[in-house]
């Protein structure tokens, strides 16, 4: 079965020979993903899920072409990394590879940049661990598997955390006992490489617009990616990125001021199955009164709350099947998430340091339900009475107008940008690798 597979991969075009790709790779619990770039071109994608179950499949698509699948039961992560590099060989792409980054969710205190990974360092990522227990061990794991398959090609590190080691100490600080503190109980906020991204991008929006263009002169590359313009003031932007997991960033000058998550991904706004910001007593009551663990009400918070929690464990809690319906539960939910939306985007915009250039929406939610947008922007008119939402401009996403949702001329630019973290991570890889003595 196997061999069938990758005779079928191993037909199509053929790459360049000079071509410096970079492999993204996003291991999870159950799942591998794996991106391989060329410059901000992805050409392959593989996708490892349900790992380690009956039901585990791998699939692997090169752009342009159908996608094949492997299911077998009991993949694991070794088998899906076995896979890339049998492709990456049978396209000889695998000496083109000329560095492996990895996304790593929390970098803790120790780790404020993408940094360098060899055997002698895994350690210490691995040693911050505890901080995100269900995220980080698996992508050591991955570290670790890859140093081992492909020892000659750099490997780096990229923590979503780094991005957010620019927020003050006054916005990071919980006012909690020294020894609490000393715990490294503090903010330190998630997504970053998505916001990262995103905010490149719409900072190239915002020096086109003041420049009187309404297209880009050229398409910014991960080498050289958008520079705000000389003498101008910062950009003051608010990044909210809405998917399953969902926060809302303040961003000056390409910089982190603050974050709606928190110590963990479970602080803030409601999401999918997280309930967000609540008050922390409810942890002890729950457990008294439900006679549960602290560990079995965490896991609750984080795993059957939030929208799964309002409708109810055997209903479809996605958004687009919400808007939908008409019920009491349902319209609750969707109130209750965009009210919570708009109350982390008015909160946001104190770390400012001035009046708000930009509102920009992404991932899932953010790039796909109009809906959402109009409800949210109508929600903030209150403090923002100037906000001018296009209609027919967000009812396409803004993909006939750079992005753009608002009407011409008002301010902030609502703006809607897709995400791409494997196109940050492949930028961080390089910029890592260039600084480094390799």
Known sequence: MKDLVLAEVAKGRGHGENDNLVLALNCGSSSVKVSILRDRDHILHILGERLETEQSTIHIRFVDEDEISIVEPFIDH???????????????????????????????????????VASE???????VSHLAPLHNPSSVRGIRLMLAKLPGIPNVAVFDTSFHATIPEKAYTYPLPIEYRKLQMRKFGFHGTSVHYVSQIATDIIRRRRMG??????SPSADHPPQREQNTEPNNMVVCHL??????????????????????PLAGLMMETRCGSV???LVGFA??????????VTSDFNTKSGLRGMVGPDEDFDMRALLRRNDAQACLAVDMFVYRLAQNIASAMVGLDGPMDALVFTAGIGEHSDEIRRRTICALLPILPNVRLDEGRNLVHGKDSDGIISVDGTLPLLLVIPTDE?????????RVIANSDI
């Open 287 to 296: 457990c008294r009164a439900l006679n549960r663990s602290v560990d079995q």
């Open 78 to 116: 070794v088998r899906v990394l076995e896979e890339i590099i049998l492709v990456l060989k049978d396209r000889s792409l695998l000496e083109h590879v000329f560095a492996i980054g990895h996304r790593v969710v929390h970098g803790g205190t120790m780790f404020h940049k993408s940094t360098l």
């Open 279 to 281: 008050d922390p007593s």
């Open 422 to 430: 494997e196109v940050m991570i492949a930028q961080e890889c390089r």
């Open 243 to 264: 998917g399953s997991g969902a926060s809302v960033t303040a961003v000056v000058g390409g910089e982190s001021r603050d974050t709606s998550m928190g110590f963990t």
């Open 213 to 218: 263009q309404t297209a880009p002169t050229s």
């Open 121 to 127: 360092n895994v350690e210490r990522i691995d040693s």
